[in-house]
T-cell receptor, first 113, second 116 residues
């Protein structure tokens, strides 16, 4: 069975500070992992996806995530927050060969000027 | 770029009405999905389809049905709308051709449905 846990439904950071959004997954097989972002009144946009080729994945807008199998984690980071990063972020998992995604409950990021 | 278009951004209907939400994608994707999004619950899968005229139940299919008569179009139907179906509905599509790769789903902008 697959599931995703996002710790912290709301995260606030100052502009220029490090962004860290946490995601832990459970999966009985090697997972496919994704981070999506949702800006107000919009659908979800893919930020990055995990491939087995590299544990550190770089995405759009300066975001990156590191796959840690021993910790079953796929945390999202950005070195320096920008006002435009304010949005809701979703971590998602699917199992090998499947197209269904299981989403976490989301983390709303607020960036303080 | 993949374009997933949902016919309405905002919709207000009354209890007991039959409601149709339409979704069209322009990338010849085989897979299409309907989710509902509620605060604190994330996205929950209602139904999905791997091909024309095929459908599979997701996690919360009760009170909903779907129709896929053409590859590019996937409709969500609320047979008799109820107030607990007030929500944001998101449609997504993905390519079957990359089944064993970690290819992503592409989302529409959502339909915010209110049932009064």
């Amino acid at each position: 069975a697959q599931s995703v846990t996002q710790l912290g439904s709301h995260v606030s950071v100052s502009e220029g500070a490090l962004v860290l959004l946490r995601c832990n997954y459970s999966s009985s097989v090697p997972p496919y992992l994704f981070w999506y972002v949702q800006y107000p009144n919009q659908g979800l946009q893919l930020l990055l996806k995990y491939t087995s080729a590299a544990t550190l994945v770089k995405g759009i807008n300066g975001f990156e995530a590191e796959f840690k199998k021993s910790e079953t984690s796929f945390h999202l980071t950005k070195p320096s927050a920008h006002m435009s990063d304010a949005a809701e972020y979703f971590c998602a998992v699917s199992e090998t060969g499947a197209n269904n995604l299981f989403f976490g409950t989301g983390t709303r990021l607020t960036v303080i000027p | 770029d993949v374009k997933v278009t949902q016919s309405s951004r905002y919709l207000v209907k009354r209890t007991g009405e039959k409601v149709f939400l339409e979704c069209v994608q322009d990338m010849d994707h085989e897979n299409m999905f309907w989710y509902r999004q509620d605060p604190g619950l994330g996205l929950r899968l209602i139904y999905f389809s791997y091909d024309v005229k095929m459908k599979e139940k997701g996690d919360i299919p009760e009170g909903y049905s779907v129709s896929r008569e053409k590859k590019e179009r996937f409709s969500l139907i609320l047979e008799s709308a109820s107030t607990n179906q007030t929500s944001m509905y998101l449609c997504a599509s993905s390519s079957y051709r990359e089944l064993y790769s970690n290819q992503p789903q592409h989302f529409g902008d959502g339909t915010r449905l209110s049932i009064l």
